[in-house]
């Protein structure tokens, strides 16, 4: 079967189904009672409070799972509705709807593209562009890419102050400025309601903890299906849409409950290829098309050494640590 072909049978799963707004409904139902639990738990002590976070945390993944939904057109037929949904959990999210959709768009439209690198993207350099780098600019990319700061710290820089700013130069216009400053003003709106209701500190503990519990498994997930190893780069004379939608996307499997939790988005060729899928859809895609094969499989724990590869070594044509390319 071509992937042409296969690419018709997708086409069957491009529709939202009644499970949209039954997502939407449970996310808000567990959202809501994280919330007020982790309140209470705060209440006896901070440590437990922590634990609880852990609720909201999930939660406010799933949310983001139908954000990125509604910037697909996938969550419902209606771009209205898609436009107002997205925009209300936007502001739960931190992140500004429409800016953040052009970004990710992008991101599909230009993902393996050597010379269209750099919307909606982690920060990687080749091999050259290191070398050629200054000093300061190489422990910069050093910190960026270390573990440590990708799983902790950047999520909360992330959403807390680069979702705030238009970072990308390429994306401009009054709509996707209003965009910024409109969720600005709503966070900050919210912000300051959550923290009469809580008190200030206790809620910005909780918020700041929510992010880093939440930004794990995303930034974590987003780096490991597309920096591994053996991923598509090309400069864009030599790029296909169609090979790079599944050869610059791993397959991560993962156990079922993360699998819940983070919306199916292991499924993450499938996903590039037709990205109007919906999220609860991208199972049933696979296993209707089981010849649509990624660029790797992973697995929790194989995944783990991809965390190592920062560099895109474009001779070689593959990913490689510091110390492969002799740094």
């Given at each position: 079967?071509?992937?042409?072909?296969?690419?018709?049978?997708?086409?069957?799963?491009?529709?939202?189904?009644?499970?949209?707004?039954?997502?939407?409904?449970?996310?808000?139902?567990?959202?809501?009672?994280?919330?007020?639990?982790?309140?209470?738990?705060?209440?006896?002590?901070?440590?437990?409070?922590?634990?609880?976070?852990?609720?909201?945390?999930?939660?406010?993944?799933?949310?983001?799972?139908?954000?990125?939904?509604?910037?697909?057109?996938?969550?419902?037929?209606?771009?209205?509705?898609?436009?107002?949904?997205?925009?209300?959990?936007?502001?739960?999210?931190?992140?500004?709807?429409?800016?953040?959709?052009?970004?990710?768009?992008?991101?599909?439209?230009?993902?393996?593209?050597?010379?269209?690198?750099?919307?909606?993207?982690?920060?990687?350099?080749?091999?050259?562009?290191?070398?050629?780098?200054?000093?300061?600019?190489?422990?910069?990319?050093?910190?960026?890419?270390?573990?440590?700061?990708?799983?902790?710290?950047?999520?909360?820089?992330?959403?807390?102050?680069?979702?705030?700013?238009?970072?990308?130069?390429?994306?401009?216009?009054?709509?996707?400025?209003?965009?910024?400053?409109?969720?600005?003003?709503?966070?900050?709106?919210?912000?300051?309601?959550?923290?009469?209701?809580m008190g200030p500190s206790r809620y910005i503990a909780v918020q700041l903890m929510v992010l880093t519990?939440?930004?794990?498994?995303?930034?974590?997930?987003?780096?490991?299906?597309?920096?591994?190893?053996?991923?598509?780069?090309?400069?864009?004379?030599?790029?296909?849409?169609?090979?790079?939608?599944?050869?610059?996307?791993?397959?991560?499997?993962?156990?079922?409950?993360?699998?819940?939790?983070?919306?199916?988005?292991?499924?993450?060729?499938?996903?590039?290829?037709?990205?109007?899928?919906?999220?609860?859809?991208?199972?049933?895609?696979?296993?209707?098309?089981?010849?649509?094969?990624?660029?790797?499989?992973?697995?929790?724990?194989?995944?783990?050494?991809?965390?190592?590869?920062?560099?895109?070594?474009?001779?070689?044509?593959?990913?490689?640590?510091?110390?492969?390319?002799?740094?």
């Amino acid at each position: 079967m071509s992937v042409t072909v296969e690419r018709d049978v997708l086409k069957e799963f491009q529709r939202a189904t009644w499970r949209s707004p039954v997502q939407l409904a449970t996310t808000a139902i567990g959202l809501a009672a994280g919330w007020i639990l982790t309140d209470r738990a705060m209440a006896v002590s901070w440590a437990l409070g922590a634990v609880a976070s852990l609720v909201i945390a999930v939660f406010t993944v799933r949310a983001f799972i139908i954000f990125h939904d509604c910037g697909h057109g996938s969550f419902t037929r209606s771009r209205r509705l898609n436009t107002l949904v997205g925009s209300v959990i936007g502001v739960i999210v931190f992140t500004p709807y429409t800016y953040w959709t052009r970004a990710h768009i992008r991101h599909h439209a230009t993902t393996g593209d050597l010379d269209r690198r750099g919307s909606g993207d982690l920060w990687m350099m080749t091999t050259e562009e290191y070398r050629a780098a200054s000093r300061g600019q190489r422990v910069y990319y050093r910190i960026y890419h270390h573990p440590l700061f990708l799983m902790t710290v950047g999520p909360v820089i992330k959403f807390v102050i680069a979702q705030r700013l238009r970072m990308d130069p390429r994306l401009t216009g009054r709509r996707l400025r209003m965009s910024v400053y409109l969720t600005n003003l709503a966070v900050l709106g919210f912000v300051v309601l959550m923290s009469a209701w809580m008190g200030p500190s206790r809620y910005i503990a909780v918020q700041l903890m929510v992010l880093t519990f939440g930004g794990i498994p995303a930034v974590y997930l987003f780096y490991v299906q597309h920096f591994f190893p053996g991923t598509y780069w090309r400069r864009h004379a030599d790029w296909d849409y169609v090979e790079a939608s599944l050869a610059s996307s791993s397959r991560v499997a993962l156990p079922r409950f993360f699998q819940w939790v983070t919306g199916n988005i292991g499924f993450h060729h499938i996903h590039h290829l037709a990205p109007r899928i919906p999220n609860y859809l991208l199972p049933q895609a696979q296993a209707a098309c089981p010849q649509l094969q990624p660029g790797a499989t992973l697995t929790l724990k194989s995944s783990a050494r991809v965390l190592r590869t920062n560099l895109w070594d474009e001779a070689a044509g593959h990913f490689v640590t510091f110390a492969e390319a002799g740094f």
